[in-house]
């Protein structure tokens, strides 16, 4: 891969089904809204390769739809080593997947959890609701908007930077 000028944003889960495409899907949608598209890319994996080539859960495309995010064009795919050195924010969605992403990146310092950005909220880890129901999966979008509203701001601060 090829490093582009602009702010690239990985975010990742175990199986890239649910946390993580719901992730990028809103994040595109906050990025989108704000004609940011030239400036931020965003992208998602799994550190697991369950999955690959797979679209989000039904459950979890499900409910960003109801909520007016479009995850249908998304695929599951495994991170991968060059990953590392390719974006300027590699974000987990628990501390489980950010153990394996300081593993496959050691020395790299664009590694976070997502709700590392925020400092009101009580949690650390975005639960994964792959084994839950549907409540779980409210619960998980009701985080990761949050979050990447915060997250979203921490970008546009650092293009303003630039």
Known sequence: MVKESRISVLFVCEGNICRSPTAEGILRALVVKAGLTDQISIDSAGTSKYHLGAPPDRRAV???ARRGYDLSTLRARQVAPEDCHYFDYIVAMD?????YLRRLCPGIDTLYRLLDFTIEMKEQDIPDPYYGGPRDFERVIDLIEQACRVFFEVLKTRLHAS
């Open 62 to 64: 499900r409910e960003a």
């Open 95 to 99: 501390g489980a997947n950010l153990s």
